[in-house]
């Protein structure tokens, strides 16, 4: 079982940037896919981005293509999600999840692990 906190959420302008992070405890020995989920009020919790276990696979929602990048640094047990050119449309509470394998990626269930999300708002 893997623990998962993220970090990092806030309020900031429209254009700006913010540094979101996953950091794993528990049984961190497991070799992990890492996703970031958001869910806005009122809507359903969308894919936004995962990671492989090696960091050398990645994947995005088109909705953040070209703004948000992945990135982990396993010796610290922790995934990042960098977003840039934020928008009003990007508010949500974000969450990281991890699964043992690679697939269906943009579906929750498919992830055993969650974190307690974390809350980004985006003003105009």
């Known amino acids: 079982q893997v623990q998962l906190v993220e970090s990092g959420g806030g309020l900031v302008q429209a254009g700006g940037s913010l540094r979101l992070s996953c950091a794993a405890s528990g049984r961190t020995s497991a070799k992990y896919s890492t996703g970031w989920f958001r869910q806005a009020p009122g809507k359903e919790r969308e894919f936004v981005a995962a990671?492989?276990?090696?960091?050398?696979?990645?994947y995005f929602a088109d909705s953040v293509k070209g703004r948000f990048t992945i990135s982990r640094d396993n010796a610290k047990n922790t995934v990042y999600l960098q977003m840039s050119s934020l928008k009003p449309e990007d508010t949500a509470v974000y969450y990281c999840?991890?699964?043992?394998?690679?697939?269906?990626?943009?579906?929750?269930?498919?992830?055993?692990?969650w974190g307690q999300g974390t809350q980004v708002t985006i003003s105009s």
């Open positions: 999840a991890a699964q043992g394998g690679w697939t269906r990626l943009r579906v929750a269930d498919a992830y055993d692990n």
């Open positions: 990671i492989s276990w090696t960091g050398g696979t990645t």
